[in-house]
C-alpha cells in the first residue's frame, strides 16, 4: 500500500483564478467530512441550495457575499462564517475572491 502524497503550501497557492470560472480542488475527503478549495472570478457564485450538513467558509481571499436563510453576509479575506445544516444558502464573488470550504458529516448511526 503506498501512503497519499501530501498536499502542501500556502492555500492561496493551491487553487487559481480563471476568466468567468468557478475553479474547486478538493483538498481532503473522509467519510466525516471534506476540505476544498475555491476560486470564483468576479460575479460567478453558486446558486441556491441546502447541504445535509455543516459548513464552515473560511475566505482567503478578496470579498465574497454569502446569503443565508435569505440574510446576506458580507465575508472579507480573513474572516469565517457557518453556513448550518438544511438551510438554504448561496455564494457570489463580489470581486474575485477564494475561500476554504470544510464540510462536517455526522456521523452514521
Known amino acids: 500500500m503506498t501512503a497519499e502524497k501530501p498536499t502542501s503550501g500556502a492555500a492561496l497557492d493551491l487553487v487559481g483564478y480563471q476568466p468567468g470560472a468557478v475553479v474547486s480542488r478538493e483538498v481532503l475527503k473522509k467519510k466525516t467530512g471534506s476540505v476544498t478549495l475555491f476560486a470564483f ?12 450538513f455543516d459548513a464552515l467558509v473560511h475566505v482567503l481571499d ?5 446569503t443565508i436563510g435569505g440574510a446576506p453576509n458580507r465575508v472579507a479575506a ?13 455564494l457570489k464573488a463580489v470581486g474575485r ?13
Open 97 to 109: 475572491f477564494k475561500m476554504m470550504l470544510v464540510m462536517i458529516r455526522e456521523p452514521a448511526t
Open 41 to 52: 472570478d468576479e460575479g460567478q457564485g453558486l446558486s441556491e441550495h441546502t447541504a445535509p
Open 62 to 66: 478578496g470579498v465574497a457575499e454569502i
Open 78 to 90: 480573513g474572516e469565517l462564517i457557518v453556513m448550518p445544516a438544511n438551510v438554504p444558502h448561496a
